[in-house]
């Protein structure tokens, strides 16, 4: 039986909606976790299934982890395992951001290559280079990778800033002898919030959100608690709503820096967009015109994450935008199910061009990865007629409560089997 959002499009969205903390700053911040020989309280902790995968290899490493309300309660004084099962990695590819923390705290960690996923191949080469700068030797043996070695500062260059590579080489990095520094560092807001929680457990580092990130190694560290940023992707998720369907929306929890090469793309669309510290408030109009090209580039460049979204908020409007996807291989697979709601979307390659159209239609679509899941509900609630999105699971790794939310803004979305 198959479980979708049913989608009654037509309906402008009015309301103020609270974002939920971030998915991509939370999940390092539970493998971080694993360093500090105590108990950590993580507060805004969004209900998502990566969050629930994480929780699951922490258990199985040997440590508790329990949800208390909207926190989460990890004890990792006694971890006793350094691999993460197969079956683990397989349900979530970011897991291998376990791999700097098990490493450093067991002085060994097994876990299977992340492989690809939906978004094309997931290379881990830059975290493996980290790792082996810092002393770790990695072996690819049958049951998947075994790094192991007791770990030394060092001064790693990234060859492009990736944000899992980033992340991992912080967390050896604070389990290893002598001062690290990390250079072409991804400067996320995300990594400025692990760096924040590190320094919550006692650890030295500084440099986030900068290019060049430097770590203290070896420094006693102990359990702590924490509060994770709001969602920045979320948050950019609902104002593509608003555009989408048209109304007034605020959006509350967030830091509207985060996410203000998006806001400025909605305003360059004809949106009215009002940011201050904890909340962006958008209104729109009248159906939106093309902009200027859109190229997804590291933070604070346009975010990759925001891509589908505000793509299938354009789709419905006049003009054309030319989208370049320079972050992934295959993340225009929303691009196909868009067109079967009446969309005008051409793609070459790394470019989508969108030919704004009058209207958009309901259909029965289907994602194919989560944040293209997203778009299609965006989509759908500034089409006229029914639509069903299919593809939930990849939904709901990322948005704790989307159809609630969207409910709560005067959408007719329901869950259904
Ligand atoms: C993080 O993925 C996010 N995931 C992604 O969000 C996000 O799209 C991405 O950063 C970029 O912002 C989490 O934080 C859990 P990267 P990550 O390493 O760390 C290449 C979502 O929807 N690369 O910065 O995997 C890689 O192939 C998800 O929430 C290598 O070549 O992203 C990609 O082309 C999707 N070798 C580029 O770098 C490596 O060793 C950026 O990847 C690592 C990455």
């Given at each position: 039986m198959t479980t979708y959002l049913a989608v009654e499009g037509g309906y402008p969205l009015k309301g103020s909606v609270g974002i939920h903390g971030?998915?991509?700053?939370?999940?390092?911040?539970?493998a971080a976790a694993l360093l500090a020989p105590g108990e950590c309280v993580i507060h805004n902790c969004p209900s998502l299934s990566d969050v629930e995968a994480s929780l699951a290899i922490l258990r199985h490493l040997g440590c508790t982890a329990r949800r208390e309300g909207e926190a989460v309660v990890v004890d990792a004084s006694a971890p006793i395992r350094y691999d993460v099962p197969d079956e683990l990695m397989r349900e979530m590819r970011s897991s291998v951001i376990f791999l700097g923390a098990v490493l450093g705290r067991m002085g060994r960690a097994r876990?299977?290559?992340?492989?690809?996923?939906?978004l094309g191949p997931r290379p881990i080469d830059l975290h493996l280079a980290a790792i082996r700068a810092l002393g770790g030797t990695i072996a690819e043996t049958e049951e998947g990778l075994l790094c192991q070695g007791r770990l030394h500062g060092a001064d790693i260059v990234l060859s492009l800033p990736s944000v899992g590579a980033t992340e991992n080489a912080m967390l050896a990095a604070v389990c290893a002898d002598g001062v690290t520094t990390?250079?072409?560092?991804?400067?996320?807001?995300?990594?400025?919030?692990?760096?924040?929680?590190?320094?919550?457990?006692?650890?030295?580092?500084?440099?986030?959100?900068?290019?060049?990130?430097?770590?203290?190694?070896?420094?006693?560290?102990?359990g702590g608690s924490y509060t994770v940023m709001g969602d920045r992707i979320v948050a950019c998720t609902y104002l593509a709503a608003a555009a989408a369907a048209g109304g007034h929306v605020e959006v509350t929890g967030v830091d509207w820096r985060h996410l203000s090469t998006v806001t400025a793309v909605l305003t360059e669309a004809g949106c009215t967009v009002r940011s201050e510290p904890g909340r962006i408030a958008l209104t729109c109009p009248k159906p939106l015109n093309g902009v200027r090209p859109i190229r997804t580039a590291p933070y604070p460049g346009f975010p990759t994450d925001a891509q589908a979204p505000v793509m299938a908020a354009l789709c419905r409007g006049s003009g054309c935008t030319v989208f370049v996807e320079n972050m992934f291989d295959s993340r225009y697979r929303h691009v196909d199910e868009l067109i079967r709601m009446g969309a005008d979307i051409r793609v070459e390659g790394r470019v989508a061009v969108v030919y704004g159209v009058r209207r958009l239609h309901g259909a029965r679509v289907r994602a194919a990865d989560l944040r293209g899941g997203a778009a299609l509900v965006v989509a759908a609630l500034g089409a006229e007629g029914q639509s069903q999105v299919e593809g939930l699971h990849h939904i709901d790794r990322g948005y704790q409560c989307l159809e609630e939310d969207l409910t709560a803004l005067g959408a007719r979305i329901f869950r259904r089997q």
């Open positions: 971030a998915k991509n700053s939370v999940l390092p911040i539970l876990m299977c290559a992340p492989g690809g996923c939906e990390i250079t072409n560092a991804a400067r996320e807001p995300e990594i400025v919030d692990l760096q924040n929680f590190l320094l919550a457990l006692g650890a030295r580092v500084r440099g986030a959100g900068s290019s060049v990130i430097t770590i203290e190694g070896n420094v006693p560290l102990h």
